[in-house]
């Protein structure tokens, strides 16, 4: 079995690949690192050299599918799949199929005009957070907290985009580390002063919460609805209650390890080799 840990100029020098290789190297089992970006697709071609790959990619673009979609036709077996990596990307479509399946998700909709958007927030009320529908490490996230005094913002954007409900998170949101039917661990991202998005990126810092089962079975039953094999499902507290957020289906894991000294990589094996063809 030869495995391809599947790259791109954003993912390629990624803490996560070096862990994932090293272990690799450490069963004796032979991979590649395959930076999709670094040669022009073909549609003639039909070997890939590798028997199964682990898609490490930056987002859901158009080229990072189709080039997962060439490897799944030429009958490499992808983990996620490409599909499960699309639907996963898509933040309109996978809050559709969470919702869909019972689970709580934030009051969500899709605009594609100026106008559509004024509806979107009117209906839902200021505060309201406005995504792309594509998108990673909280670019073009944004907050509007005044319909009135904020109105322009709505004429600069690059639609389609998401509006939805801001849920107040004073102690920040919860990345769940789900592989297959077990949740790992659960961190709090909690974000710097000044500033409301968790992302690491934004500069929000992780702390060890409590995974409960309650918390395990949703995040479980999320990374399961969306078709992963091994997910970072995100969560906020609303009460008593758990709102999944996203489901993030190339999930980074560095600052799970450092948080909590879990490292997924061994687990992400198991299932490389349970996987594969």
């Known amino acids: 079995m030869k495995v391809g840990i599947i790259v791109d100029n954003i993912t390629q020098h990624k803490w996560e690949n070096g862990q994932i290789a090293n272990e690799l190297k450490k069963r004796e089992i032979e991979h590649e690192i395959i930076n999709i970006y670094t040669a022009p697709l073909n549609i003639e071609k039909k070997d890939w050299g590798v028997d199964v790959a682990l898609a490490r990619t930056a987002s859901a673009t158009h080229f990072r599918i189709e080039a997962l979609k060439s490897l799944e036709i030429s009958g490499v077996k992808v983990i996620n799949s490409s599909e499960c990596i699309q639907n996963g990307g898509d933040k309109y479509t996978s809050l559709v199929m969470m919702q869909s399946e019972g689970l709580l998700t934030p009051k969500t909709f899709m605009v594609s005009s100026f106008e559509s958007a004024v509806k979107a927030t009117s209906e839902l009320g200021t505060p309201v957070v406005f995504k792309p529908v594509f998108g990673t490490y909280g670019k073009g996230i944004f907050r509007m907290i005044s319909l009135e005094k904020e109105l322009h913002m709505l004429d600069e954007l690059?639609?389609?985009?998401?509006?939805?409900?801001?849920?107040?998170?004073?102690?920040?949101?919860?990345?769940?580390?789900?592989?297959?039917?077990?949740?790992?661990?659960?961190?709090?991202?909690?974000?710097?002063?000044?500033?409301?998005?968790?992302?690491?990126?934004?500069?929000?810092?992780?702390?060890?919460?409590?995974?409960?089962?309650?918390?395990?079975?949703?995040?479980?039953?999320?990374?399961?609805?969306?078709?992963?094999?091994?997910?970072?499902?995100?969560?906020?507290?609303?009460?008593?209650?758990?709102?999944?957020?996203?489901?993030?289906?190339?999930?980074?894991?560095?600052?799970?390890?450092?948080?909590?000294?879990?490292?997924?990589?061994?687990?992400?094996?198991?299932?490389?080799?349970?996987?594969?063809?």
């Open 158 to 277: 690059q639609y389609p985009y998401i509006v939805q409900e801001y849920i107040p998170h004073r102690y920040g949101d919860i990345r769940v580390f789900v592989v297959e039917d077990e949740a790992l661990g659960a961190i709090r991202r909690v974000a710097p002063k000044d500033e409301w998005r968790t992302n690491v990126s934004a500069g929000a810092k992780s702390k060890p919460v409590k995974l409960t089962s309650k918390l395990g079975r949703i995040a479980v039953k999320a990374a399961k609805v969306m078709g992963t094999k091994y997910a970072g499902v995100d969560v906020i507290r609303r009460g008593r209650d758990y709102v999944v957020l996203e489901v993030n289906t190339q999930p980074d894991f560095r600052g799970f390890y450092s948080t909590l000294g879990i490292n997924p990589t061994s687990k992400i094996i198991d299932l490389i080799i349970k996987n594969r063809k």
